[in-house]
Nanobody, 125 residues
Framework: QVAVEESGGGSVQAGGSLRLSCTTN????????LAWFRQAPQKEREVVAR???????TYADSVKDRFTISRDNSKNILILEMNSLKVDDAAMYYCAVDPDRSAQCGYWDGWYKFWGQGTQVTVFS
């Protein structure tokens, strides 16, 4: 069974930084579309960043120029570097894998079949 696990969440003051990581036990992440989603209380889940197999990065407007999605192929890890964090960035963050695509990675969470349990990010002013 495929397992996906996030780590790196925590509590940080606005303006600070966090680094999230995502690992998996059976998938080679470089072969697939990868994404970070987030969901805040009383809000819908939204895609934050996407990364294709060939390295194309796509960001939500709200995080552009502050967040960076990347992949460490040697360690088979997906990373989300979050800088200049805002109170509005506080949410549960999820790593997701679309095993059916390697490019043209979608924004719809329904395409992503493998998910982690999430890691909480809290930002205080």
């Amino acid at each position: 069974q495929v397992a996906v696990e996030e780590s790196g969440g925590g509590s940080v003051q606005a303006g600070g930084s966090l680094r999230l990581s995502c690992t998996t036990n059976k998938l080679t992440l470089s072969n697939f579309c990868l994404a970070w989603f987030r969901q805040a209380p009383q809000k819908e889940r939204e895609v934050v960043a996407r990364l294709s197999s060939e390295g194309t990065e796509t960001y939500a407007d709200s995080v552009k120029d502050r967040f960076t999605i990347s992949r460490d192929n040697s360690k088979n890890i997906l990373i989300l570097e979050m800088n200049s964090l805002k109170v509005d960035d506080a949410a549960m963050y999820y790593c997701a894998v679309d095993p059916d695509r390697s490019a043209q990675c979608g924004y719809w969470d329904g395409w992503y079949k493998f998910w982690g349990q999430g890691t909480q990010v809290t930002v205080f002013s």
